[in-house]
Nanobody, 122 residues
Framework: EVQVVESGGGLVQAGGSLTLSCTAS????????IGWFRQAPGKEREGVSC????????VYADSVKGRFTISRDNANNTVYLHMNNLKPGDTAVYYC???????????????WGQGTQVTVSS
């Protein structure tokens, strides 16, 4: 059984930082990519960042470039999303997805986590 679990969300002031974690079990970690998506109230889910585990190739949405960094820990089947200089517009539920071909496209996600709330106050 594949399980995807996110953690690390919370409430932070604008300009602050948070690191989200995504741990996947039941899959061969190195065969996949991991993507982070987010959904704000009243908006569609959008891609934030993704990484190909085999070679660290990463993709970022324009809205987070220079502020967010994605990294991986193969030994623990975990991918991190380091979020700096957070803005109120980053407030959303952040979802992690295991995908065969990493790209910021929801349809490529094979397995989803339950989501973790990030709230940025002004």
């Amino acid at each position: 059984e594949v399980q995807v679990v996110e953690s690390g969300g919370g409430l932070v002031q604008a300009g602050g930082s948070l690191t989200l974690s995504c741990t996947a079990s039941g899959v061969t970690f190195g065969d996949y990519g991991i993507g982070w998506f987010r959904q704000a109230p009243g908006k569609e889910r959008e891609g934030v960042s993704c990484i190909r585990i085999s070679d660290d190739i990463a993709v970022y949405a324009d809205s987070v470039k220079g502020r967010f960094t994605i990294s991986r820990d193969n030994a623990n089947n975990t991918v991190y999303l380091h979020m700096n200089n957070l803005k109120p517009g980053d407030t959303a539920v952040y979802y992690c997805g295991v995908m065969g071909a990493p790209d910021l496209v929801e349809d490529l996600v094979d397995y989803w986590g339950q989501g973790t709330q990030v709230t940025v106050s002004s």
